[in-house]
């Protein structure tokens, strides 16, 4: 299960950036496919729930704020990963 949540009391404070949580669980012992990877699935993954706790503003790159989020999910399940280019 992959789940996103966020405060609801953010928008009523009138914050400028906004907490969220996202996460996966229940995936102890599972293999991960790698998307457009040809019979690339590693694993088992190591521990049962990952997730990443941030804050994010209006015009963030949502990318770069989930990019420390899956990096952690492949390290979690034993991929090798290449550094990234460009």
Request: charged content about 25%.
């Amino acid at each position: 299960m992959v789940w996103l949540q966020g405060n609801p009391h953010d928008k009523a404070l009138g914050t400028s950036s906004t907490r969220r949580v996202v996460g996966v669980e229940g995936v102890k012992d599972r293999q991960l496919d790698i998307p457009n990877r040809y019979d690339r699935t590693c694993g088992p993954c190591m521990t049962d729930m990952m997730q990443l706790e941030g804050t994010y503003q209006k015009g963030d790159n949502t990318a770069e704020l989930l990019r420390p989020f899956f990096e952690n999910v492949v390290d979690q399940c034993g991929v090798q990963r290449s550094p990234l280019q460009g």
